[in-house]
């Protein structure tokens, strides 16, 4: 399951935000739902070179610029009613992740249907210099799905790609030899939520503060 903006918006439609810090770079800034729930609670705070996000979806430290919520503006986009999440640039300044409770914190995770999907790329790339009947073929995706597929889980790469390494078919040697490298990851939900909230709520915080900055 990922996390896109819409389902972001529909978890914090009826959020407040309450300034508690706001002196220059240094902010605490809150966001929970105006009758008191605490569902999808989040706070930002912020201190020279770092944004921290904690909440009901997990805590995350990011690095990179004295100020950060300039750094997450870069991305901006000029569609108001779009949030622009930048995955790949951000996580890169990702400096530390909560541990979900049981050690088992990440930004991303290990995906099965990623893999599956490399796996039937390969294959499928393979077998265009094969003469093959189509008995053959399905022989052989039956063997995938016997000794590969009925191992692979979300979040257990090593096992899916050991039952990958040990796969042999005596019709069709050496398949999966240099596939070592693969990365099948992909951005965790609780990750990607957190990056649509910081969009989010710096453009709420900015919006804020735009009528009290008008010059005198």
Not at 6 to 12: L, N, Q, T
Not at 42 to 48: H, K, N, S
Not at 104 to 127: P, T
Not at 145 to 170: L, P, W
């Amino acid at each position: 399951m990922t996390c896109d903006q819409k389902r972001f918006e529909r978890d914090v439609a009826n959020h407040k935000m309450t300034v508690v810090r706001d002196d220059g770079v240094d902010r605490h800034i809150k966001f929970r739902a105006a009758d008191g729930d605490s569902s999808y609670w989040f706070e930002i705070l912020t201190w020279p070179g770092a944004l921290c996000i904690r909440g009901d979806c997990g805590t995350y430290v990011f690095s990179r610029l004295t100020d950060m919520f300039q750094f997450f503006r870069t991305d901006r986009g000029n569609d108001p009613k779009k949030l622009y999440v930048n995955e790949g640039y951000w996580a890169e300044k990702l400096q530390a992740v909560s541990c979900d409770g049981y050690g088992k914190g990440a930004a991303e995770r290990f995906s099965a249907s990623q893999f599956k999907a490399r796996v039937k790329d390969r294959v499928d790339s393979c077998l265009e210099g094969y003469e093959t009947t189509a008995e053959q073929r399905a022989d052989l995706w039956q063997e995938i799905n016997d000794e590969i597929f009925d191992y692979v889980e979300d979040g257990h790469g090593g096992e899916a790609f050991r039952h990958m390494h040990d796969f042999e078919s005596k019709d069709f040697p050496r398949l999966f030899e240099d596939c070592w490298e693969w990365n099948c990851n992909e951005y965790t939900f609780h990750f990607l939520w957190n990056l649509y909230a910081i969009a989010w709520a710096i453009r709420q915080y900015d919006a804020a503060r735009v009528p009290t900055e008008q010059p005198a």
